[in-house]
Structure formats: C-alpha cells, structure tokens
C-alpha cells in the first residue's frame, strides 16, 4: 500500500481514536461542549425556525428511534439530527472554533446524539465520537478559512460542518479506517451554505448547520455500506481545498500533531447570544457601562473599534432597521446600543428587536478597524468602545481580549435553559448524565431525557 492521504490519514485517526487516548482536560472540555450545546437548544426550542424545523423533521421522516429535543417525538437519525441542529443554533449563543470561524457544536453533537440513539453505544463512545467531529472539522476548517474564502460568500459552518458530522456519525457506526475516509470524502461534496443571509436578515442563517449535520450523517452511512470517494477529496487539485480555498491545502498543517494538539482548545463559549465578532466589543460596552453614568438622551455618538472580520463580515456593520431578530445578533450597532441602555443583551431584546429606544440609538453607532485589534487578531480577541456625549464628554473603554466564559457560566446557562422545558429535578438529572457521561453505559439515555 503506497503513502496514505490527507483524507485517510485523517480517517484512520478517526477510526483508531478511543475514549482512554484522550486526555483528562480533552474530556472535561467535550462534556462542557455537550453541556452547553444542549442549553443552547433548550433555550431556543420554542422559537420558530425550531418548531418549523422540528415539524419538517417529522413530515419527511415520520417517527423514528431518534429524539427531538424538548418534545414527545422522535424521527430517523438523519432527521433529528436537522431538526435538533436548529434548535442548538436557534439563539446564536452556540460555541465557537475560532480559526475555522465555525459552530462544530451545533452539528456534530445533534448528529452523534441522533445516531447513538439509533445504533446504540455508551457514554465514552458518545464523547469520542463528538471529539473526532470537533477535530476533523477544526482542522480542515482551519486550514481553508482566509482572505479568498471569506471573500466568496460561502459561510464557514455549513461547509466545513458535513465533515464533522461525517467523522462523528461514522465514529459511532464503527466506521474502519477506509470507509471512515470515504465518508470524509463524502461529506467534501456536501457541505455549502451561503452569507446573503446576512444581507437580507433572513432564517435561511439557521438550517444552513441542519442541512450540513444530515448531509454528514448520510455520508457516514453510505460509506459504511460500500461507498468509494476520491483518495484526496481534501486536498487534491480539484478537491475540497482548492475548491474553497482557491488553492491547494496546506496538508501539513492539516495533520501537524494529530493526536497530540486538540482542536476542542480552540472552541470557546459565546458570553452573549450574538455573533462571534462582537463579543469583544460587547464586554468593553458592559464595562464602560459599569463604571460610568451615560444618559441615552446626551449619547452624541459611539465609536465602534474592531478588527477587520468585525466590520467586513457580512450584517455586522448594520445600523438597522431590525425587523428580524438575526439582524439584530449580528449587528455591532443593535448590541452596542441594547448593551449602553441597559448593561447587557437578552433574548427579551431579541424578540423586541425593532423596539425604538434601540433603533434610534443604534443610528448613532459607526464601526472602524482598529489597527491595535487587527494586529493581534485572532490569537486576541481585541476590541473597544468610544462614547461622545453632548458638552464634549468622551468616555471610552478597551478590552485587550475577550473574557471567556467559565465552566460555572456554562452551568448557569444550562441550569437557566433546561428550566424553560423540564422542572428542577429533571434538569438537575439531565445535568448530571451530561457530565457523567463517561460512566453512562447506554448513551441513548440522554436522548430519552431530552424527550418532554
């Protein structure tokens, strides 16, 4: 047998991988993913694109062996892994992979969870599974997202999510280390998803992750049954790579210390239930905020400093109107003029996004690409605030990174949540098969107590 690929490399890793290869601090950051990705979900699983997804779920694949988060009803894996995907995606509170600019955690635990609840296998085999999505779908990501990516129009998530979901579904199928790479293979072809979404404000933003996690768990299934793929779907010249990177990928650095550099260290928690790029600028507004008084009706101006991503993504330099919700999460001007009123973003300033006391002080909000916060970007994650109030005052405040949240926030966040579905003893139950997962023998027992 001659050398192998990128793409097989990365699918006997997969294949090869096991729970007692990963290190203690690996699986204490998996169970928090799966902790907050679960909150997520609950937190969002009554707003509408998740009933709409949840009700599509059930036309197309009927009753099934697989959940539907928060509800009575369950589907084929395929399709609770879509449906439960909106709803982890719902509130834009997700957790981020910084470099690949992409929300793994929306699709490959909905996909892993949907699967182990149709084949079987336990909480370690759960935990491993979502690992290896986390890691395929971080390091190829990584290694495609720049300048010529971000510039086409293609959203990182979906287009790198069919792969990390591949890896994930066909962990737990029990995948060997050649079909694991056809699946890979497959899942190359699948995942798409475009920004104009952005532009316009519309829900297409949150079924681009579901269409990406049953892409990915179709892929899995139909290499298991024989399926065959390009040996360098990944990185050959008409690959994956030069597809969306607009030139070859560079493969060492795809598979630089595999095994022994985990990708989940570069997946951070969101602070507040907005884009991944204003979270910078939110915390420094909440700081500003904190120490001083600023009386809305004598805010003359506010100056937004960011790095480039910041101002340039798509919807993030928006200063309304909001008539829907995802127009106000990606706006530097809503969160800013939401965070300078009242000291933070909530879901209530979400769903009363075009409420005028916002609008007219978002209208006052301009956003620059600050040189500082450009230079350290995105190993920081820099940003600051300026305030211009009437008789010349200016207040201003900078964050020289982000303040991550802890695993006592996740708590929270989860404990706040699962409290919108389940009462107390049930969400304290399901809070502790979530971080007990790697003594749970039979891992479907999360998804039955996801059920309502």
């Known amino acids: 047998m001659g050398r192998l690929t990128a793409t097989q490399r990365l699918g006997a890793f997969v294949a090869d991988l096991t729970y007692d290869a990963l ?11 799966v902790l907050d990705g679960v ?3 609950l937190g969002g699983h009554d707003w509408p694109w998740t009933v709409l997804a949840r009700g599509t779920a059930l036309a197309v694949g009927g009753r099934g062996t697989s959940t539907l988060w928060a509800t009575a009803d369950t589907s084929t894996p395929g399709e609770a892994a879509f449906a439960n995907t909106v709803a982890a995606h719902s509130l834009l509170y997700e957790d981020m992979h910084m470099e690949s600019q992409s929300h793994f955690g929306t699709m490959v635990i909905p996909a892993a969870l949907a699967q ?8 370690r085999d759960l935990l491993t599974a979502i690992l290896a999505g986390y890691e395929v779908g971080g390091r190829i990501g990584k290694c495609i997202v720049g300048d010529h990516f971000n510039s086409s129009g293609y959203r990182p998530s979906s287009t790198f999510g069919a792969l990390a979901s591949a890896a994930a579904t066909g962990k737990l199928l029990g995948l060997s280390a050649d079909a694991m790479a056809n699946a890979l293979g497959m899942a190359a ?6 920004n104009e979404w952005a532009n316009a404000g519309t829900t297409d933003f949150y ?20 399926l065959r793929t ?5 990185e050959g010249p008409a690959g994956f790579g030069s597809a969306f990177a607009g030139g070859p990928v560079d493969v060492d650095r795809v598979l630089a210390d595999l095994g022994r550099h985990w990708e989940i260290f570069n997946v951070y928690h969101k602070p507040a239930p907005a884009c991944a790029y204003l979270q910078s600028v939110i915390q420094a507004a909440q700081r500003l905020r904190r120490r001083t008084s600023l009386p809305p009706d004598e805010i003359e101006t506010v100056t937004v400093r960011t790095f480039p991503l910041g101002k340039t993504c ?3 330099d928006n200063p309304g109107p909001f008539e829907e919700i995802i127009q106000a999460q990606m706006s530097n001007q809503f ?14 300033h979400l769903l009363a996004c075009s409420a005028e006391p916002i609008a007219r002080l978002a209208r006052r909000v301009h956003v620059v690409v600050d040189d500082e916060a450009t230079r350290v970007f995105p190993g920081r994650k820099a940003g600051g605030v300026r305030v211009t109030l009437r008789g010349g005052r200016v207040e201003e405040e900078w964050l020289e990174d982000l303040a991550y949240p802890t695993q006592d926030d996740v708590e929270r966040k989860f404990h706040a949540y699962a409290r919108r579905v389940f009462d107390g003893a049930h969400a304290d139950r399901l809070f502790e098969a979530i971080l007990g997962l790697d003594s749970v023998s039979d891992a479907a027992t999360l998804g039955r107590l996801l059920r309502r």
């Open 230 to 234: 390009a040996p360098e779907a990944i």
């Open 23 to 33: 290190p203690a601090e690996v699986r204490a950051k998996t169970k928090l993913c």
């Open 335 to 348: 969160v800013m003029a939401a965070v300078l009123l009242d000291g933070e973003l909530t879901l209530d």
């Open 116 to 123: 182990v609840e149709a084949t079987g296998g336990t909480g």
């Open 39 to 41: 909150a997520n979900a």
């Open 314 to 316: 798509p919807g993030v």
């Open 207 to 226: 079924f681009q992750n579901a269409f990406a996690a049953r892409n990915g768990l179709v892929a899995a299934h139909l290499a298991g049954k024989g």
């Open 189 to 194: 072809n699948l995942g798409l998803g475009l």
